[in-house]
């Protein structure tokens, strides 16, 4: 079974910083894109930063110099570096991972269940 999990968020002040962590488990042969998501309370789920296996880094333009996302393959893991948070960045942060399973001739996408992360003014 392929499992990804969250980690990292919390409460901040506008200003402050935090860093997610996505951790994928399981039988994996092959991971190809992975992103963060983030969802805010009536609104509709959208993307903040995405990556294939050694491709440059895809953002939000709302998040765009104050976010890093990095990815360690050798883990099977990402990051999300946030910094000067806003009130705006408050959202359930979700992790995705396009994954061929061991023995499958087709990838599948799989989401973590969220993270919440909550940006005080």
């Known amino acids: 079974q392929v499992h990804l999990e969250e980690s990292g968020g919390g409460l901040v002040q506008a200003g402050g910083s935090l860093r997610l962590s996505c951790a994928v488990s399981?039988?994996?042969?092959?991971?190809?894109?992975m992103g963060w998501y983030r969802q805010a309370p009536g609104k509709q789920r959208e993307l903040v930063a995405v990556?294939?296996?050694?491709?440059?880094?895809k953002y939000a333009e709302s998040v765009k110099g104050r976010f890093t996302f990095s990815r360690d393959n050798a883990k099977n893991t990402v990051y999300l570096q946030m910094n000067s948070l806003k009130p705006e960045d408050t959202a359930v942060y979700y992790c995705?991972?396009?994954?061929?399973?061991?023995?499958?001739?087709?990838?599948?996408?799989?989401w973590g269940q969220g993270t919440q992360v909550t940006v005080s003014s």
């Open positions: 995705n991972a396009d994954v061929l399973p061991m023995g499958s001739r087709f990838y599948y996408d799989y």
């Open positions: 399981g039988a994996t042969f092959s991971i190809n894109a």
């Open positions: 990556s294939n296996s050694g491709g440059s880094p």
